[in-house]
């Protein structure tokens, strides 16, 4: 496992809402404005922190969808129906208010030019947003090595920045696999089901071809795809991880 | 100050003992996962555990007879970084005093290392006293590998980062060395009452 220190302290800042845009039914991103940001690099997290009238306060983590090179700095949350955080940013936040954070955090989840490639993010559902912000810094870079997303998602309705992912395959090079597991249209002439092993054979380079792998998502999922990466015979130190949700085991 | 967020009330879940909540953390009955890489299987026998570095000679057992070692039960609240915290939690497994019971050593700090390469630093003063174990045993039964097994470690009073997953051995060194997460920005310590949980807090 490779590291890079990443000095500083972090300390809470206001950041003032200057957009929302409505991703999915479930999904909205949030695009911010700050004071003083100190820039962050593409993978990595935020905290994000409110406070109740009475002083009560609940913070959260939330990756970072915009790239390193974009004015603002963009979260996209998903509400989750029995969560404390995701439903306020989603449902209630409005253009012009104001929501407390700090970051970036992370840094092993993080993707820059000098680590090369190829470059194989596999994403379910939400865990797309890291991989927003990676492939956005990677289009607006040299793009001397190959990008591929595999997307998993349980319809094309919950396929998060649809139209973006298309640009990035049509414009920019990114090759795009995106796979539905729950329901999917009839003209539909993308991949069905579950990422594993089949599916992987058939989109993912080779073990031979040494790619650096990011999967992320719930639990289970990023569980599922690690196992299948190794049994295919990709290396485990080459494959970077990040999940959320619960796991029920 | 922080200010109010306009609207926000929060949905908070009732909890028998607030006390037992450090700031910033949310009660979970779910044991959420988190890993920087796939997880790791490694066969029992061919599973030892190693207590080397700054000692007079190194010490190993293989699983058999670490599973034979003193073990203790141990019920303790886990505190994640990622906010999450978790009561009542049951283990069973070997105290780090068990095992350093039998080692010489003037080394003030210890890296824990672990299958797939994760590290974590802790001060020996944080490991010992009763404050750290290798537990193998989770509510029961055997550890589970997305948890950690076959065995973990088991630091309750620090964030949950410290008790490294996959664990395979200690190793005692004169200076604090920070390990994986300690130097991709995380605190050095990671006291969760002082809600130390990343550089500077």
């Known amino acids: ?249 | 100050m922080s200010p109010i967020s306009r609207g926000f009330t929060g949905r908070r879940r009732p909890v028998a003992d607030p006390g037992r909540v450090p700031p910033g953390q949310y009660v979970t009955d779910d044991f959420p996962v988190l890993s920087a890489g796939p997880t790791p299987h490694t066969p029992l026998d061919e599973w030892s555990f190693t207590i080397n570095g700054a000692v007079e000679g190194p010490v190993s057992w293989r699983w058999e007879e670490f599973i034979a070692l003193p073990a203790e039960t141990i019920t303790v609240d886990i505190h994640c970084v990622t906010k999450w915290s978790k009561l009542d939690t049951s283990w069973r497994g070997v105290s780090v005093d068990t095992l350093l019971a039998d080692v010489e050593t003037e080394a003030d700090y210890l890296t824990a290392s672990s299958d797939g390469g994760y590290t974590t630093n802790l001060a020996l003063e944080d490991a010992t006293d009763g404050r750290a174990w290798v537990a193998y045993e989770y509510g029961g039964e055997p550890l589970h590998p997305e948890h950690g097994g076959p065995a973990r470690l088991l630091v309750p009073h620090l964030y949950f980062w410290k008790s490294a997953k996959w664990v395979r051995g200690l190793t005692l060194t004169p200076d604090d060395e920070p390990g994986f997460w300690e130097t991709y920005g995380y605190h050095n310590r990671g006291d969760p009452w002082l809600e130390q949980r990343y550089q500077g807090d």
Do not use: N
């Not at chain 1, 729950?182 to 992987?200: A, F, I, K, N």
């Not at chain 1, 380079?205 to 998502?217: E, S, V």
């Open chain 1, 1 to 249: 496992m490779a590291r890079t220190a990443l000095p500083g302290r972090l300390t809470w800042q206001l950041a003032r809402v200057v957009e929302l845009v409505d991703e999915t039914a479930r999904s909205k991103s949030i695009v911010l404005e700050l004071p003083d940001w100190p820039g962050h690099s593409a993978g990595q997290h935020v905290d994000v922190r409110l406070t109740a009238e009475d002083g009560y306060q609940a913070q959260r983590s939330y990756s970072i969808a915009s790239s390193p090179e974009d004015e603002h700095l963009v979260l996209t949350v998903e509400r989750l129906e029995d969560g404390e955080v995701s439903p306020y940013l989603v449902d209630e936040l409005r253009t012009g208010d104001e929501v407390e954070l700090r970051g970036p955090i992370g840094g092993y989840f993080a993707w820059e030019a000098s680590l090369g490639g190829p470059l194989l993010l596999i994403a379910g559902g939400s865990g797309i947003v890291p991989f927003r912000s990676m492939l956005r810094h990677w289009a607006a870079g040299e793009r001397d090595t190959m990008a591929r997303l595999v997307y998993s998602s349980r319809a094309i309705g919950e396929v998060i920045y649809r139209e973006e992912l298309m640009r990035l395959a049509t414009e920019d090079g990114v090759e795009l696999h995106i796979t539905l597991t729950r329901e999917w249209p009839d003209d539909w002439q993308g991949h069905r089901g579950r990422v594993g092993r089949t599916l992987l054979e058939e989109v993912a380079w080779p073990p031979a071809a040494h790619p650096l792998i990011y999967a992320c998502g719930p639990s289970g999922f990023v569980e599922a795809v690690a196992e299948a990466l190794v049994a295919a015979g990709h290396e485990p130190g080459r494959i970077r991880t990040e999940r959320f949700g619960p796991t029920g085991t």
